[in-house]
């Protein structure tokens, strides 16, 4: 019965910080159609699901921390995992900032890609994903 409150305390934590985000979210949404700057809903669109992936692994790291061994890093798990999640979840800024401040951002071709990519099912998994591996690859 501890272990089931352990998790469901922990799955009431994350509903509660996925609604907070998700109502921020949108009002930056909201914000960035106003005030025609999306800098900041772009930042946040794509941070967020990190931190909601830490928060699924984050359970088991402190499970994993409180027993005393020797702690070592999975670099196969880093490359093979994290470096192309972490290359999806940053490809929306590196194309608004090519979009935006080179001769390559007349071509609407660049725009289209950046409305696909960004707050795309695709994206906010691979975020979430990303912030799960970033905890994980620690080992023992």
Same mark, same amino acid.
């Given at each position: ?7 469901? %305390?922990?799955? @009431?934590?994350? /509903?509660?910080?996925?609604? *907070? #985000? !998700?109502?921020?979210? =949108?009002? @930056? ?10 800098? $900041?809903?772009?930042?946040? !669109? =794509? ?7 830490? $928060?699924?692994?984050? +359970? #088991? *790291? ?13 670099? %196969?798990? *880093?490359?093979?995992? /994290? ?8 490809? +929306? ?11 390559? #951002? ?7 890609? $950046?409305?696909?990519?960004? !707050? ?8 979430? %994903? @990303? #912030?799960?591996?970033? =905890?994980?690859? =620690?080992?023992?």
């Amino acid at each position: 019965m501890k272990r089931f409150m352990y998790y469901f %305390v922990w799955v @009431l934590f994350i /509903g509660i910080i996925s609604y *907070l #985000g !998700s109502q921020y979210y =949108l009002s @930056l949404k909201s914000l960035a159609h106003g005030m025609f700057d999306s800098n $900041l809903f772009i930042i946040y !669109s =794509l941070v967020f699901p990190v931190i909601i992936g830490m $928060l699924l692994k984050l +359970p #088991g *790291l402190i499970k994993d921390i409180k027993q005393q061994k020797k702690w070592t890093f999975d670099w %196969v798990k *880093l490359l093979a995992i /994290g470096a192309p999640t972490f290359f999806i979840v940053t490809s +929306p800024v590196w194309i608004y900032t090519i979009w935006t401040y080179t001769s390559l #951002g007349k071509h609407s071709i660049f725009a289209d890609f $950046l409305r696909v990519t960004i !707050s795309t099912p695709f994206t906010t998994a691979a975020g979430i %994903v @990303l #912030g799960y591996c970033l =905890l994980d690859i =620690l080992k023992r």
